[in-house]
């Protein structure tokens, strides 16, 4: 497993030098950059050519992956002229993401609209997920759906993916407490395991939702992809932040239950 940090809120007003500059300082072995946010590091399908050759040296420099690209592309509105939109928007990202070393973008789901079925809903988000998919497979680039929203739910994301029926369709797991039984997240997992390619983390000292096991599990699972944290914070001192939960994930993995 890799540590990756998600710029999402916690690094929004950073420059691109400053969040790799941070990221190599305390370990981090990739960026997973929000997109369609208005963040400073400005990795956006509106780029030049010489933009994206930019990012993909410094990148190389600071020895980091890019390891995601978190777009707000999301395929639940009834309409199919909007998810059309939606479709072509993600393929920019597709491009963006072969042209910077990324191997793969998130989308949503995301919800259900009011009067329509669900498995109506999770149909047609499982076909723009097919169309992604083969526009993808050329590049080298996975679509990842993340389970969030209405589609945190195992068997609604799940039910997508296989609609989808393609090898770069995937999914980005969201640590989320609703994902447990009994406190503990085994039954979830088990039901997609397959299918992880991406993991978003969250606040790691909250004893609510158990990090350990899950890198049990990804780990008896043989996961070698990147754990994202996701941080929503925007407080004094991120830098400080960023240290902490980098040690606090290495500690997890120190844990008996890695032995």
């Given at each position: 497993?890799?540590?990756?940090?998600?710029?999402?809120?916690?690094?929004?007003?950073?420059?691109?030098?400053?969040?790799?500059?941070?990221?190599?300082?305390?370990?981090?072995?990739?960026?997973?950059?929000?997109?369609?946010?208005?963040?400073?590091?400005?990795?956006?399908?509106?780029?030049?050519?010489?933009?994206?050759?930019?990012?993909?040296?410094?990148?190389?420099?600071?020895?980091?992956?890019?390891?995601c690209l978190s777009?707000?592309?999301?395929?639940?509105?009834?309409?199919?002229?909007?998810?059309?939109?939606?479709?072509?928007?993600?393929?920019?990202?597709?491009?963006?993401?072969?042209?910077?070393?990324?191997?793969?973008?998130?989308?949503?789901?995301?919800?259900?609209?009011?009067?329509?079925?669900?498995?109506?809903?999770?149909?047609?988000?499982?076909?723009?997920?097919?169309?992604?998919?083969?526009?993808?497979?050329?590049?080298?680039?996975?679509?990842?759906?993340?389970?969030?929203?209405?589609?945190?739910?195992?068997?609604?994301?799940?039910?997508?993916?296989?609609?989808?029926?393609?090898?770069?369709?995937?999914?980005?797991?969201?640590?989320?407490?609703?994902?447990?039984?009994n406190g503990s997240?085994?039954?979830?997992?088990?039901?997609?395991?397959?299918?992880?390619?991406?993991v978003h983390m969250?606040?790691?000292?909250?004893?609510?939702?158990?990090?350990?096991?899950?890198?049990?599990?990804?780990?008896?699972?043989?996961?070698?992809?990147?754990?994202?944290?996701?941080?929503?914070?925007?407080?004094?001192?991120?830098?400080?932040?960023?240290?902490?939960?980098?040690?606090?994930?290495?500690?997890?993995?120190?844990?008996?239950?890695?032995?």
């Amino acid at each position: 497993m890799k540590l990756s940090i998600d710029t999402y809120t916690i690094c929004q007003e950073w420059s691109l030098e400053k969040i790799l500059e941070v990221s190599k300082k305390n370990g981090y072995l990739g960026v997973e950059f929000r997109c369609e946010a208005g963040q400073k590091h400005g990795v956006e399908p509106e780029t030049t050519k010489a933009q994206r050759d930019e990012i993909k040296s410094r990148m190389a420099e600071f020895d980091l992956a890019v390891s995601c690209l978190s777009t707000s592309q999301r395929f639940d509105n009834p309409n199919k002229s909007e998810r059309a939109k939606s479709i072509e928007r993600s393929k920019q990202f597709i491009e963006l993401a072969r042209d910077i070393d990324c191997g793969r973008i998130r989308v949503f789901g995301n919800n259900f609209p009011p009067d329509v079925e669900k498995a109506e809903v999770i149909k047609y988000v499982g076909e723009s997920l097919r169309e992604l998919g083969e526009f993808a497979k050329p590049f080298n680039v996975d679509v990842l759906l993340e389970m969030h929203g209405q589609f945190y739910y195992w068997e609604y994301a799940l039910n997508a993916v296989l609609i989808a029926d393609h090898p770069n369709i995937a999914i980005n797991y969201n640590c989320d407490k609703r994902d447990l039984v009994n406190g503990s997240v085994s039954d979830t997992y088990e039901h997609v395991k397959k299918y992880i390619r991406h993991v978003h983390m969250h606040d790691l000292e909250d004893t609510g939702f158990p990090y350990v096991e899950l890198f049990q599990l990804l780990k008896n699972n043989g996961y070698q992809g990147f754990t994202s944290l996701e941080l929503g914070y925007r407080g004094g001192d991120p830098e400080k932040v960023i240290a902490l939960y980098a040690a606090l994930y290495r500690a997890y993995l120190e844990r008996r239950y890695f032995s």
